[in-house]
């Protein structure tokens, strides 16, 4: 439940370039975790720039009750790099306690068109053919669609160890309540064709690379809802 909500996607299939350039807004958001529309957990979700690139930057904990059967607070960061025109997934790494060394770590070397995943105590070399994209710095790739009018994309999505085929594609502007207020949303739909869950985002029109909301649904179950509270 704690992992990364989040979500991606490309101008067409298997583009990499897009028309016009996103500028770039750093953030420091806070959400609330709710599951079966209880409160379980509070999230940070950050976007920072540097000389290099982008770094995407998650943390999560459970509150209340909830904290008494889980006291793990996962940190997970996204690096992003410029390659041209645009910038490209370059590392990941995922810490089950923040205090410890990454449980999972990727190095994407698209030089050599192959990423190093280190993962449960096991490392592998697996090739590049199509962007990638994660849980964080699909983010930034729903604010590029949104930006060119996009309106889908299908590109490899990097989760559990490897690469899976993923689609985003846009829902369309929608109403949505937020603390009170009704704002103008955009909506995204996040799918891997053959697997039983998906994602939603939503985005305010002001800053299209910061989600307001974040749903995942998985068949069978209850949805977990990750949702705006404010910036720091």
């Known amino acids: 439940m704690y992992k990364t909500l989040a979500a991606l996607l490309l101008l067409t299939v298997c583009s990499t370039g897009f028309s016009a350039e996103l500028p770039i807004r750093p953030f420091n958001a806070e959400y609330t975790l709710y599951k079966s529309g209880l ?15 982008l770094r995407w930057r998650l943390t999560s904990e459970a509150t209340g009750v909830y904290a008494l059967f889980n006291s793990k607070k996962p940190l997970s960061v996204s690096i992003m790099e410029r390659y041209g025109k645009d910038f490209r997934l370059a590392r990941i790494q995922l ?20 990423a190093n995943i280190k993962r449960e105590h096991t490392s592998q ?32 999505f990097y989760r559990k160890g490897g690469l899976v085929q993923s689609k985003l594609e846009l829902i369309g502007q929608v109403e949505l309540d937020l603390n009170g207020r009704v704002q103008t949303m955009t909506k995204y739909r996040h799918s891997f064709p053959g697997a039983s869950n998906s994602y939603e985002y939503y985005y305010g029109i002001d800053n299209p690379s910061l989600p307001l909301k974040i749903e995942k649904f998985k068949k069978g179950k209850t949805s977990s809802i990750m949702l705006f509270k404010g910036l720091n």
Do not use: C, M
């Not at 409160?39 to 690139?53: H, I």
């Not at 962007?131 to 590029?144: E, F, G, K, N, P």
């Open 95 to 114: 810490f089950i306690t923040r205090a410890e060394q990454p449980a999972e770590s990727v190095h994407l070397n698209w030089s050599k068109q192959q």
């Open 39 to 53: 409160k379980v957990g509070e999230a940070t979700l950050s976007l920072d720039k540097n000389d290099n690139g």
């Open 125 to 156: 070399f697996i090739a590049l053919k199509n962007t990638v994209y994660d849980y964080l710095s699909i983010h930034w790739l729903a604010a590029q669609l949104t930006i060119n009018k996009g309106a889908h994309s299908v590109f490899d």
